[in-house]
């Protein structure tokens, strides 16, 4: 009978999917570290919302179209949540769901007051015009009034989405409050309350980290050979920081592949290039490669800011690098990790490595509702302190206890989320 009921308990969900199934097994695997109770540990396991709308949406050739999109709140234990909105045509319940639990970690990481929250609507933007973005964002946001808010639940961009996009959202809010809120989104343009150095902050993030684990490492990174897949907010801004730091980026990719050469790729002008054509197909210098070879090339520092699941028991043995740093969400499945570390290729981590951009998300609220703006200098400064202390406490853990970087940087957020939901109690 016991049996039966733990059968019951724990039968399949509707957001039960390989990815959600990766996000549950990172935590389990850290749960034992993290020394918090099996009560607690059980209520982290699960989102507390998770929504679905549907989004009808007439299209430009007059025929309307319903898309299907998804919100799901993880955790608001310790203020609201929040979490980016992407619009691709691979975009499910599970995958906001287990984006929604790795944002929770990485808030209690950098120690901000939200909670994780991950949303977004299939569809395929590439095949859109910019009108039928803008009247798919503003029914979209609709469907979500009831759930999102400057003190509910704050949404930034993500893939295929960008300021405009949040531009879009905070009007259409804006429009059924009767006055301006700034404050319910962030990754806005600078004009409506955006702030300065958000469109950077994730790719400068992941570089402030890596040149963090260099010291530890007693590596110069002015030394360092660099690949970095995916050329877009991220890799692109990442792929720069490193160039701006003396690195030698030798190979980039995006949707178009790969482009590879080994003294060193001239970022500014394929940056130029990439955004004037939309990708870098058609970029004349360099050797082409494929994404998946881009991956085995011989390196040092290995930089994923592509997608989830890139890295997998497949292709994790080919890999030729000393260092992955993970821009992206999810890029390395848990085989991978497990054969990785065999091989002595340390990884870091994507809820510390990505989290550039939820702070300086954070940083925007923080300015939007005290109406009071601070300058470039003083948000990378703020910037790097959040990163650097994140990057101590997870190195610490990792080497007290000899566990990876990943499984240190999810204890060090269960913790602290953990430890609030005890306090607070169980309601009602």
């Not at 859109?128 to 798919?136: D, F, P, W």
């Not at 085995?296 to 890999?319: K, P, Y």
């Amino acid at each position: 009978m016991a049996s039966t009921r733990e059968a019951e308990l724990h039968a399949p969900l509707e957001w039960d999917t390989p990815l959600y199934r990766t996000a549950v097994a990172q935590f389990d695997q850290a749960v034992p570290h993290a020394g918090i109770h099996p009560d607690i540990a059980e209520r982290l396991r699960y989102p507390e919302r998770a929504f679905i709308v549907s989004c009808p949406v007439r299209l430009d050739d007059g025929r309307r179209v319903v898309f299907p999109g998804y919100r799901v709140q993880h955790s608001s234990v310790l203020g609201p949540t929040k979490g980016g909105v992407r619009y691709d045509a691979e975009v499910s319940l599970g995958e906001c769901a287990a984006l929604a639990v790795w944002m929770t970690w990485k808030c209690a990481l950098l120690r901000l007051p939200y909670g994780g929250a991950k949303g977004g609507v299939r569809c395929n933007p590439r095949a859109m015009s910019q009108a039928e973005l803008e009247r798919v964002t503003r029914r979209y946001t609709s469907e979500l009034l009831p759930i999102i808010g400057p003190q509910e639940d704050i949404p930034a961009p993500d893939m295929a989405t960008n300021e405009q996009t949040m531009a879009w959202m905070m009007d259409t809010y804006s429009m059924q409050r009767g006055f301006a809120v700034p404050e319910v989104v962030t990754g806005k343009p600078i004009s409506i309350g955006g702030s300065v150095f958000r469109h950077e902050a994730t790719g400068a993030g992941v570089v402030m980290t890596i040149a963090r684990a260099c010291e530890r490492l007693d590596w110069k990174l002015s030394e360092q050979r660099c690949v970095v897949q995916g050329f877009g907010n991220v890799g692109g801004i990442a792929a720069q920081e490193l160039v701006d730091r003396g690195a030698t980026v030798i190979a980039v990719s995006d949707v178009s592949g790969g482009v590879y050469d080994p003294a060193g790729l001239d970022i500014p002008s394929m940056s130029a290039y990439a955004k004037e054509h939309g990708s870098l197909e058609g970029w004349a210098t360099g050797s082409r490669v494929s994404n998946e070879e881009l991956l085995e090339l011989e390196c040092d520092i290995l930089v994923l800011a592509a997608r989830e699941d890139q890295v997998t028991s497949a292709n994790a043995h080919l890999l030729q690098c000393k260092l992955i740093a993970e821009g992206a969400n999810g890029p390395t499945s848990l085989e991978a990790d497990a054969i990785l570390r065999e091989r002595g290729i340390p990884i870091l981590p994507d809820i510390l490595t990505n989290a550039g951009g939820v702070t300086v998300s954070y940083f925007e609220w923080v300015q939007d509702l005290g109406r009071l703006f601070w300058g470039r200098d003083e948000i990378r400064a703020k910037l790097a302190e959040k990163m650097n202390d994140a990057f101590d406490r997870v190195w610490e853990i990792s080497h007290e206890r000899d566990i990876p970087m990943r499984t240190a940087a999810l204890v060090t957020g269960i913790r602290d989320v953990g430890a609030a939901l005890e306090a607070r109690g169980l309601y009602p």
